[in-house]
């Protein structure tokens, strides 16, 4: 199936308001690995990311009768995910709390519900950088996000967070300073 | 250099974005405190998780699972989340233990659903009101058996 002509926007947008199954593989195709990346940024689990990522391509279609073309397709399909990222994490926040009860400690996922393609001795630092990320701020752990899994420019994450470029650095900076933090706590807490 | 500086830059340092002089110096700070060195290793694996978080494998099926579901025709991916599993078992045994309870007190009573009072082979043996106590058994004298 020749997808090229999706490669115009209004064409793509007007194709799945329309229900053309065609665009809605181009779309998939255009955008899956970029929306499993995030999901995995925010979720540390890549079954996760890739129940989630199903979700957010089913209301990425359902709902672009919604779009106005205010933005490009791409920042609509990550403002979307981000949506449901957090969504997912603030739903599944109590019952990871209660399962893995640690205290005090907001612990997101368990060294060994992490996934199999993560050399062993990189598990805990998995833990690690997800127990620090689900305490940082909701914004900054999505620029954090934005910029580290998926390497999108300043303007882009300012564009997908709706906030301008000084504030995506302020967050970005303020993320990587508790990040830091949030990880040497856990060391000395954990693994010293 | 103090260790708490060094703290504060690391991750800048890690991903190479410091000015050359404050590189230098932490270069070299890591190079005499083994406990910053330490924890620069540390923190160099957790960002290290994230290329390989990164990596997204091939998925031929991902298109054709979510088109089928659009149409109706998809399975559905998720049953019930184990928490409300976890419930509805908890539940299941909750209510099987209480009608068990219910079932064995009726059976050891000897009550019926008619209100009489008969004593079944079950009923005798459940319950130890109609046992021989030990001490008759003490008391019994044997040689009346004989």
């Given at each position: 199936m020749n997808l090229d002509r999706y490669y115009n926007e209004k064409v793509l947008v007007n194709a799945l308001i329309e229900g053309d199954e065609g665009a809605y593989r181009y779309v998939i195709r255009m955008y899956r690995e970029p929306v499993i990346r995030l999901c995995r940024g925010f979720t540390g689990s890549f079954e996760d990311a890739e129940d989630l990522a199903q979700d957010i391509f089913l209301e990425v279609i359902r709902s672009?009768?919604?779009?106005?073309?205010?933005?490009t397709v791409s920042t609509w399909i990550y403002r979307i995910a981000v949506n449901k990222s957090l969504n997912y994490i603030r739903d599944n926040k109590k019952r990871n709390y209660d399962k893995f009860?640690?205290?005090d400690e907001e612990s997101?996922?368990?060294?060994?519900?992490?996934?199999?393609?993560?050399p062993l001795v990189n598990k805990e630092h998995a833990e690690a950088l997800h127990n620090a990320l689900n305490k940082l701020p909701e914004a900054q752990r999505t620029a954090f996000i934005l910029s580290k899994?998926?390497?999108?420019r300043y303007s882009e994450i300012a564009d997908i967070m709706r906030t301008s470029i000084s504030s995506v650095e302020s967050l970005l900076f303020r993320a990587k300073r508790n990040l830091q933090d949030k990880l040497r706590e856990y060391y000395e807490k954990n693994l010293s | 250099m103090e260790c708490s500086k060094v703290h504060n830059d690391l991750f800048f340092y890690l991903e190479g974005s410091l000015d050359e002089k404050s590189n230098a110096d932490i270069k070299h700070h890591l190079g005499t405190c083994k406990r910053c060195s330490h924890f620069a290793d540390m923190l160099r694996a957790s960002l290290d998780v994230i290329e390989y978080e990164k990596k997204v494998g091939e998925d031929n099926d991902f298109a054709d699972r979510i088109i089928d579901e659009l149409s109706g025709k998809?399975?559905?991916?998720?049953?019930?989340?184990l928490s409300i599993l976890r419930y509805a078992a908890a539940a299941a045994i909750i209510i099987f233990g209480v009608f068990t309870g219910i079932n064995i007190a009726r059976l050891a009573s000897g009550y019926d659903q008619n209100g009489l009072t008969e004593m079944s082979e079950e009923t005798y043996y459940l319950n130890d009101m109609y046992q021989e106590p030990i001490e008759s058994f003490f008391l019994i004298n044997y040689e009346d058996y004989e």
């Open positions: 672009v009768g919604k779009f106005r073309s205010q933005s009860g640690r205290g997101f996922r368990g060294g060994d519900e992490y996934d199999a393609d993560i899994y998926e390497d999108l | 998809g399975k559905k991916r998720k049953t019930y989340p």
